[in-house]
């Protein structure tokens, strides 16, 4: 065989395995949240927090995320969370732990939930629980001045300033914006929700808008920026609000249809691309999950068919615009170890399923936060199990996945 045959064989051959790689990635480990007590009962303190939910990629390139728990008891107990950053070499700093106060009511927040960062550089969350009566805070995390508590949900008479907050998203204006899904001025029992502003200069909370449960709907989730510096979000069909001007409009034609007697719905965040909106939805009672696409003014709503007729593959936790300009989502499911997926945009349908979750694995399982990063590698987090020594058991992880994508 000659040399140049030979050069050349080498060479399909390590294409081939860099192929076979890109079909099957495996992800690698970053780091794995440890709690105290053994692999069985599962039950103990966390040190560093467990059940890693959300994660982001700041401005200094760190990875910044919160873990839902401080340590694992029985449902009822399930308290604290942490807030934590992880270099992308797998150096994790642990920023704040939530503490139960001397009432043990967790004054400052209780179950961190979504976490951005603010134009200011700072990092914005809010809890689920702890703060006044238990309706969760909003707070801010500053490397200069640490912890501090924005605003307390329902702190206002009959809760006007709203409660149930999550959806942060910044601004062009330099603000940020939220949404509380109860509370408010509206007719609803509770409240309908109300749209939010923080100005990070000065941390003042603000009501901004107020959902009527009737033109404006209610109980709105998954606020959404457009390239225009407006917002889109779902109050019971898709509306869109201008902060600017304050305009608001319910797009009434994009009340999600009824299959037979059950409605369907968006359940995930939404991903705005090319002149569209699109997101995931589901049929109350049937289950499943399948892509929707609708047109920034409302028009030409269109449901794909169900890629998932009963959830057996798993429940989303969002929805990933990836750098392959496919849809990538991270799928929790209860009854197996949850997988990732890709969809078409074009047609719902799912291109690729990612299956390393385990018990056993070193990765868990339940993936929960999926992001990519700018060299087309995605970071997420799993929020049970992982490896642990003796004496101890995994709470979830921080991962890394190379997928073959191009860079960002």
């Known amino acids: 065989m ?34 105290s007590g053994n692999n069985v009962q599962r039950l103990g303190p966390c040190p560093n927090g467990g059940e890693p939910s959300f994660l982001i990629q700041g401005t200094d390139g760190n990875f910044y995320g919160t873990a839902f728990v401080s340590s694992e ?28 106060g001397a009432a043990k009511n967790y004054p400052a927040g209780n179950n961190p939930g979504q976490l951005i960062e603010g134009p200011d550089h700072n990092l914005y969350g809010t809890t689920f629980r702890g703060g006044l009566n238990d309706f969760g805070v909003l707070y801010r995390l500053s490397r200069k001045s640490g912890f501090q508590i ?85 109050s019971g069909a898709i509306f869109h609000y201008v902060p600017a001007t304050g305009a608001f409009q319910l797009l009434a034609a994009t009340s999600f249809p009824r299959f037979g007697f059950d409605p369907s719905a968006p359940f995930t965040n939404m991903v705005i691309t090319n002149g569209k909106i699109y997101g995931l939805y589901t049929v109350y009672q049937i289950g499943g999950a399948g892509l929707f696409e609708v047109n920034l003014d409302g028009s030409n709503l269109n449901l794909f068919p169900e890629y998932d007729t009963n959830f057996s593959g798993g429940s989303p936790s969002g929805l990933l615009l990836a750098s392959d300009g496919n849809f990538w989502v991270a799928e929790q499911f209860n009854g197996s170890a949850g997988d990732i997926i890709s969809l078409s945009p074009s047609s719902g349908t799912v291109l690729q ?47 890394n996945l190379s997928a073959g994508l191009p860079p960002q």
């Not at 029985?74 to 920023?95: A, K």
């Not at 702190?155 to 408010?184: E, F, I, M, P, R």
């Not at 100005?199 to 901004?208: H, K, L, M, Q, S």
């Open 2 to 35: 000659s040399g140049k045959l030979s050069t050349a064989l080498v060479l399909a051959l390590l294409l081939s395995s860099a192929a076979a790689y890109a079909a099957n990635p495996q992800p690698v480990v970053v780091n794995t949240f440890v709690c």
């Open 73 to 100: 008891q029985d449902l009822s107990q399930q308290n604290g969370g942490t807030v934590f950053s992880v270099t992308p070499g797998g150096t994790f700093t642990l920023l704040h732990t939530f503490l139960p």
């Open 150 to 234: 924005i605003h307390k949900f329902c702190s206002a008479k009959n809760c006007t300033d709203g409660y149930n907050g999550g959806s942060l998203v910044a601004g062009v204006d330099g603000n940020l914006y939220g949404l509380t899904s109860a509370g408010g001025t509206g007719g609803c029992q509770g409240g309908c929700g109300t749209i939010f502003r923080v100005v990070p200069a000065t941390g003042i909370y603000e009501v901004v808008f107020n959902f009527n449960g009737s033109t404006d709907g209610a109980f709105p989730f998954s606020l959404t920026l457009a390239p225009d510096g407006s917002f889109y979000g779902f």
């Open 353 to 399: 399923t990612l299956t390393p979750f385990s018990t056993s694995a070193a990765v868990g399982i339940d993936p929960a936060a999926l992001i990519q990063v700018k060299d087309g590698t995605f970071w997420g987090t799993t929020t049970a199990y992982g490896k642990a020594p003796a004496g101890h058991f995994g709470n979830g992880v921080v991962f």
